[in-house]
């Protein structure tokens, strides 16, 4: 795999729409996220030709949003691609790339949520990507960048040294949603204590490389489009993670889910599974069975002893959230409850 060259100060980051075209429909907080950026990281965010357009021009015409993507990942002068938002139709946007011209450029390129679209295309080209937060969903924190993002943001994709260890967020949490139209962006969310990571099957030490994703954007990828690995030799050496946004976040699909992976031999090859906390409008009760089903596929029907699986992770639809590097190696240490990403994700 392919590693991009680290961000500096002074680094110009590009904005691009690949999913929900919304940057027009709330500047205020797009110009909240690039102000962070600058603070925290004097990170200089340029929109690209087209990233301000409305929702629906950007929605009837795709290949806008691919013209974009290639004006940053091609500019000499742009350092980095980072979303915009998530969405949930980023997946039209497939036919409309060119893969050669892709595999030509690589740069450090962020997002989450349905932006997995694009980093699955990206690691099918062997080029490493991050999942962590989008301009508008991650950067654009009512009340100011989380330290706690901003940490994790920084270790990744700006040191060029290994991240180290992961460690749980001990703050509290956001709980409910911020009002976009006419934010008060200095008004801090609602907030509820972070439950902690739960290390709910393992022992020893494993290793293996990140690999994964949003599921609910994950689950038509494997059925349609070929990004989604089928080469059982692939998920040899790789640990698994995966989130939900919240739209089909319950056990039963859980349960689909697991046992799909479970039939394509994925679970079984893997070196650890890693869960992301529940977006907060995900009820309390539904949240709770989601843990339990896992262990019902993995131990009761696949006798997958051997497989580790931390839950409640602060990555994905959560706030704050940590940026998590494709492809880097990471160990799993469940004696010591402990996660450390041991490779450099970027170059110097």
């Given at each position: 795999m392919k590693k991009p060259k680290r961000l500096r100060p002074g680094s110009k980051v590009a904005a691009v729409c690949l999913s929900s075209g919304i940057a027009s429909t709330f500047p205020e907080l797009y110009d909240w996220g690039r102000i962070q950026l600058a603070e925290k990281f004097e990170l200089d965010l340029v929109p690209m030709t087209h990233t301000m357009l409305s929702p629906e021009e950007l929605?009837?015409?795709?290949?806008?949003?691919v013209s974009d993507f290639y004006e940053a990942w091609e500019r000499p002068d742009i350092d980095g691609v980072i979303s915009v938002i998530g969405g949930e139709d980023s997946i039209r946007l497939l036919k409309h790339f060119d893969q050669s011209r892709l595999s030509r450029s690589h740069k450090v390129f962020v997002g989450m949520s349905d932006t997995t679209v694009t980093h699955l295309l990206l690691q099918r080209l062997g080029?490493?990507?991050?999942?962590?937060?989008?301009?508008?969903?991650?950067?654009?924190?009512?009340?100011?960048?989380?330290?706690?993002t901003a940490d994790a943001f920084r270790r990744a994709v700006m040191s060029g040294q290994p991240m180290g260890e992961l460690k749980p967020y001990t703050g509290d949490c956001v709980a409910g949603a911020s009002q976009w139209s006419q934010p008060n962006l200095m008004q801090l969310p609602p907030l509820r204590p972070t439950p902690p990571w739960r290390w709910i099957h393992g022992k020893g030490r494993h290793q293996g490389r990140l690999f994964g994703g949003c599921i609910e954007v994950i689950c038509p990828i494997a059925a349609n489009t070929g990004l989604w690995p089928l080469e059982p030799h692939f998920w040899d050496d790789k640990i698994i993670f995966l989130e939900y946004s919240h739209e089909l976040a319950n056990a039963e699909y859980t349960r689909w889910y697991l046992r799909s992976l479970a039939a394509q031999g994925v679970l079984a090859r893997s070196k650890g599974l890693l869960m992301g906390r529940m977006h907060?409008?995900?009820?309390?009760?539904?949240?709770?069975?989601?843990?339990?089903?896992?262990?019902?596929?993995?131990?009761?029907?696949?006798?997958?002893?051997?497989?580790?699986?931390?839950?409640?992770?602060?990555?994905?639809?959560?706030?704050?959230?940590?940026?998590?590097?494709?492809?880097?190696?990471t160990e799993i240490d469940c004696d010591q409850q402990k996660i450390v990403v041991l490779e450099a994700a970027t170059l110097d």
């Open positions: 929605y009837e015409r795709p290949e806008l949003r080029l490493n990507t991050f999942y962590g937060p989008a301009v508008l969903y991650g950067f654009a924190d009512f009340g100011g960048l989380n330290p706690f907060h409008s995900v009820p309390a009760d539904e949240a709770a069975k989601i843990p339990e089903t896992l262990l019902q596929v993995i131990l009761h029907e696949e006798r997958l002893d051997h497989l580790p699986v931390v839950v409640d992770m602060d990555f994905g639809h959560v706030l704050p959230m940590l940026t998590l590097p494709y492809g880097c190696l």
